[in-house]
């Protein structure tokens, strides 16, 4: 075309600079444009965006639909769909919620607060999820019923399941153990969460130059050492400012003179105390590395993503394509009753209408983060971060006194909109879906 | 008489009422290339995919090495060693060279993870004997050419170390270049005593490579000849007159 004949002064050299560095064009576009999002927010907002108090409660409410979010990737990577995920994960959070109040202290006889009843809630809404989940599948992958329709009855069903099953009320309250994932209630406090971070990006840079090594051993190409040390760089301060935003929020001196009182202590004079790192935002990294092992370096991923590249060659190939949708649908349903716990722990009740629309939620941030409807395209950090982009869309727009109507407007347009925008993108990188 | 490798006996399939393949018997021997030729629709590619696990036949039997074989799936045909190249390539677009050359075979490490830069090195390794000029190891396959591709679904088949090969027109997207190295390749296989089904619609390829030809129409075996015993003509007369050779028209 015309362009290659008049380059652009600088842009080789920019183009060259990022082809260096191996960073993927897209997942910067989509930084840039988080990064931009929140600006204009803390603009508009005199500053009270950009606030750790607000980071941390923006990261709180992302987790649920992230964690989702992420098993959403590999449904939408073998061309399927899953349309029920809020009503699923509102049947598990009434499984859950009934487990705690009624079932495990009345039936079994375990007394209220008893340690066990968190663990066997949690294990009974994940049984749960999981076997709905794996029904999901087998009716696609065996029965051969579209996951549109399948999905689309599961979220009439899970949905009035769980109404079902609480007669519509709100269950409460839940075992103060339990309560730990939901976000405030659980955090790391300041040096468990320097700890987690270090960890984290110590790892981080392992695996960078684990790659590398084994890279030159086949002798294969590797970037420059500058290269790799500025991505390492980057990567650790990164980890390393999110965990001191997070550090920075202090809880309330009220609180935590209430937390001294619970004690039977009196607080200290000018004593003051972080909440750190919430533990559900810990629950979503660890389900975030575990979904891209899966994704990335597991036959089971490596299958995953054959089969939405083509479904006949991986027929071919000997991979059973119909056993893989029953394992993909059972791993979304146990995700959504992580997200159950999340979520039940966040509202400390189950409420009829936990999960509501969670559904487009969480197959938008799939989409935004670059999950191709057409199959065998995406990656679970383009979710989580779609997850975030729309969380903060919401929040902001929030902060800044939109209207509710028009907030929805805003977020269904820029759903669309990012969708056209990767459209461009692919076909301008020449990418073939 | 030695047992023969791969014997299809009177084989039918049908789609709906179609009757793709209808009676058909071929068989093959250690070291040999027998040429499928038909016109198109004839039903070689559904012949070769009861073989290849990919169809199951209504009604016929399959031996191997003499034994009754029962193939449901493409991984029974593996574990026969047979191998194929499918007309269409069976190719997922997105994943890379690698990723397709080991699709359902990938070498792990001890851990149980996929070890792609192990699998990386084997593909460099086949595709600078299949292919020299090949570069394109990091790009999806989606990103390579025709020809690529072929070289690509070749690889995976000769790589296994299959018994008995498939090939369904393993040339028509490749340069005359490549298409020498693949018959030089055929030549090389048949040597180390693999029989191999080739189809295709060049008849020259076919007369210099195989030495015995099966010809279909409309589903049915029109007849078998050994190349020696017929000429271009006498094959192009089975194929679109589906005559035998010496017979009347
Ligand atoms: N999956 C299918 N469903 C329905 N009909 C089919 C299917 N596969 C093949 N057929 C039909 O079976 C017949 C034989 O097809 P086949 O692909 O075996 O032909 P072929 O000899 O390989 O032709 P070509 O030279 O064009 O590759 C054709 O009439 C085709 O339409
Ligand atoms: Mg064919």
Known sequence: MTDTSHPVPGAAKRRSLLDTLEIDTRLLGMIGAFLVLCIVFNVFTDGRFLTPRNVFNLTIQTVSVAIMATGMVFIIVTRHIDLSVGALLATCSAVMAMMQTAILPDVIGLPLGHPMIWVLAAITGMLTGTLIGAFHGWLVGYLSIPAFIVTLGGLLVWRNVAWYLTNGQTIGPLDPTFLIFGGTNGTLGETWSWIVGAIAAAAAVAILFQSRRKKSAHGFPVKPMWAEVTISGIVVAAIMGFVATLNAYEIPSRRLERMFEDRGEIMPEGFTASYGMPISVLLLIIVAIGMTVIAQRTRLGRYIFATGGNPDAAELSGINTRMLTVKVFALMGALCALSAIVASARLSNHSNDIGTLDELRVIAAAVIGGTALAGGLGTIYGAILGALIMQSLQSGMAMVGVDAPLQNIVVGAVLVAAVLIDIIYRKRTGAKI | MTTPLVEMRDISISFGGIKAVDHVSVDLYPGEVVGLLGHNGAGKSTLIKVLSGAYKADSGKIFINGEEATINSPRDARRYNVETIYQTLALADNLDAASNLFLGRELVTPFGLVDDGQMEAETRKIMARLNPNFQKFAE???????????????????YFNAKI???????????????????????????????????????HDVMDLCDRVSVMK????VGTERVEDVTDDDILGMIILGKKPGQAA
């Not at chain 2, 025709?146 to 000769?158: H, K």
């Not at chain 2, 409309?218 to 075996?221: F, K, M, P, S």
């Open chain 2, 140 to 158: 999806p396959v989606s990103a390579l050419s025709g020809g690529q591709r072929q070289s690509v679904a070749i690889a995976r088949a000769v």
């Open chain 2, 218 to 221: 409309n589903g049915q075996l």
């Open chain 2, 165 to 203: 090969l498939i090939m369904d027109e393993p040339t028509a997207a490749l340069g005359p270049q490549e298409t020498k190295m693949v018959a030089e390749l055929i030549q090389e296989l048949k040597k180390q005593g693999l029989g191999i089904f080739l189809i295709s619609h060049d008849i």
